[in-house]
């Protein structure tokens, strides 16, 4: 255990570069990828409050080569708890035709009438010309602005592919249609992104390319990840809040509240089964929820919000779909479930009033929950879980 004698500085870069390997190693033993460019995932359509009604929001998930960030060397697997890489041909080159050709197919499926908000995804980022080459994205947005009713169109990216070319780009051909660019803030933590996420990038960067889509009348939409790995379910609350409240306070119109769910072959994944991770209860989300919405309506002298952000509950529509999500117990889960999707209906926080079970008892418990700083929980976490040779329950899968 050469870390405990490690001084500080060391032994953080010694907890981040475990991480990374360990994250890579996981990567690495996924089964050779089956993804079929000629068959992508099914259109999830779902409906969500849209603009003060309810509307239908169809989402389609292309079969990509995957995030670069994730393939990439420097990337050593991507982000922790992302599982989207599995469902990818990960980093294998596409015909230049293959996903605006997948697109076309998932659009004639939809009823043309009823859909309003379209929700496009790449696992990775669409904006990226390595992902996406830019002469597909305007075909894309081609068809996109031929669909009739569309009224809002979702995509998703990481900020250093943000710039003054491809906002103007979406303007010249989507002017007409809102455009909502995601991006995950994931944790205003800079330590906990970088040691435990994986992310790649900090809070300032997310904060200029939020700078630069407001500049372009575009609508910046954050993703808040709750509870990343080694993160406690009482760090997870907080750290939510402040990430929040720091995304908003950025001139983010949106923030989805992605709570965190077990994807095969993520470092998630791996502490779940060395019995070192769960994801968060969703009274810890409801909690959040509660807070946020306090703030903003009764108003914090300390927080500066520049508009009355919307707020959505994420984290349950994924391909591949996770292995374990979010959850209460057996007896209320089905409810709690409910309740969600009538909030991001109504974006009210009083369709929770009343929600009471036996678990929360469960969830109070966990909030006494405390542990060491980072570095070290880092390093005892992923030295019991070598002792347990947890790897090896990926091998040969």
């Known amino acids: 255990m050469k870390w405990q004698r490690m001084k500080p500085q060391l032994m953080r870069e010694a907890a981040k570069e475990r ?20 068959s992508p995932p099914p259109v999830n359509v779902i409906r969500d409050e849209m603009h003060g009604h309810v509307a239908e929001r169809a989402v ?26 599995k469902g990818t041909t990960r980093g294998k080159p596409l015909d230049q035709r293959a996903l605006f050709d997948q697109f076309r197919t ?14 496009l995804y790449n696992s990775g980022s669409f904006l990226s010309p390595e992902e996406v080459p830019p002469e597909t994205r305007r075909n894309i947005y081609d068809l996109v602005a031929d669909f009739p009713n569309i009224r809002r169109l979702t995509i998703e990216t990481r900020p250093e592919f943000v710039n003054q070319s491809v906002l103007k780009e979406i303007n010249r051909y989507l002017g007409q249609i809102e ?10 933590n800079d330590t906990v992104r970088d040691l435990c996420i994986n992310k790649g990038y900090g809070y300032s960067e997310f904060c200029a390319a939020v700078d630069l889509i407001n500049e372009h009348h ?24 402040c990430s929040v409240a720091h995304a908003i306070e950025s001139g983010v119109k ?13 470092l998630l994944d791996y502490l779940r089964r060395g019995g070192c991770y769960d994801p968060p209860m969703i009274w810890s989300v409801i909690e959040v929820v509660k807070m946020i919405n306090h703030m903003v309506t ?48 109504k974006n009210d926080i009083s369709v929770f009033e009343g929600y009471q079970c036996a678990c929360r008892g469960q969830w109070l418990e966990r909030l006494r929950d405390r542990k060491p700083p980072y ?18 329950s990926f091998i040969g899968r």
């Open 298 to 345: 009764l108003g914090d002298s300390s927080l500066k919000f520049p508009n009355t952000p919307e707020l959505r509950m994420g984290g349950y529509v994924f391909f591949p779909v996770p292995l374990e999500f979010s959850q209460n117990c057996p007896e209320c889960n089905e409810r709690a479930m409910g309740l969600i999707e009538q909030f991001n209906l």
């Open 254 to 266: 949106v923030v989805s509240i992605e709570p965190g769910s077990i994807q095969d072959y993520t």
């Open 375 to 392: 570095a070290v929980r880092i390093h005892s976490t992923l030295d019991e879980l070598e002792q347990k040779n947890t790897i090896s």
């Open 60 to 85: 389609i998930t292309l079969t990509s080569r995957g995030c670069e960030w994730a393939h990439s060397r420097k990337g050593s697997g991507g982000c922790t708890m992302c599982g989207h890489y």
């Open 179 to 188: 455009v909502e660019i995601g991006i995950g803030i994931e944790t205003v």
């Open 19 to 38: 991480v990374r390997e360990l994250n890579l190693r996981l990567k690495r033993l996924m089964p050779p990828s089956d993804a079929d460019i000629s």
């Open 218 to 241: 575009l609508k910046p939409l954050a993703y808040a990840l709750m509870k990343p790995a080694f993160m406690t379910e009482y760090e997870a609350i907080l750290n939510t809040l």
């Open 106 to 119: 998932q659009l004639q499926g939809l009823n043309h009438g009823s859909i309003e908000w379209l929700c």
